[in-house]
């Protein structure tokens, strides 16, 4: 196989690849997982949530808060692709939402965001949400344990 035939085997192969992927995962979940948003972790965030789901990926979520509302979000995951686009869109859905807001999240409200999603990957949708909630728990009980300090101390 020459330079040529190896390079329109590979196209070819990546064209399939892709086919495949937007076939699955939807106009908006392909655009995400080619184009991931909020992905990363954030320095100095105001709080965290680490979660491992059933099927072994674990999700990190790191909020930072201004005021009572959810300014900024990053994520990262060990995960698949799957729970990659699940938690970009939990960091959307969450960024300038009020705590109660992102308490009533669902995993159904990921989905419906991204559109199209394989059943059987449906799980990293809940994941993604669980691990959002459970970093925003983590400041609201520290920021309730801190005033009830300031009370007593």
């Known amino acids: 196989m020459n330079d040529d035939e190896f ?81 970009s869109f939990a960091a959307e859905l969450a960024v300038g939402k009020s705590f109660e807001e992102v308490l009533d999240l669902r995993g159904s409200d990921v989905l419906q965001k991204i559109g199209q999603f394989p059943k059987e990957e449906e799980h990293c949708a809940h994941l993604a949400v669980r691990t959002l909630q459970e970093a925003l728990n983590t400041y609201l009980i520290e920021k309730t344990s801190s005033l009830h300090q300031e009370k007593v101390g």
């Open 7 to 87: 390079n329109a085997f590979v196209d070819n192969l990546q064209g399939e690849v892709f086919r495949e992927a937007k076939d699955a995962l939807g106009e908006r979940g392909f655009d995400r997982w080619r184009n991931p948003k909020f992905c990363g972790r954030l320095d100095n965030p105001d709080c965290y949530g680490k979660l491992t789901g059933d099927c072994g990926d674990t999700m990190e979520m790191y909020l930072n808060i201004s005021g009572d509302r959810v300014e900024q979000v990053g994520y990262f995951t060990d995960g698949c692709s799957s729970s990659s686009i699940a938690g």
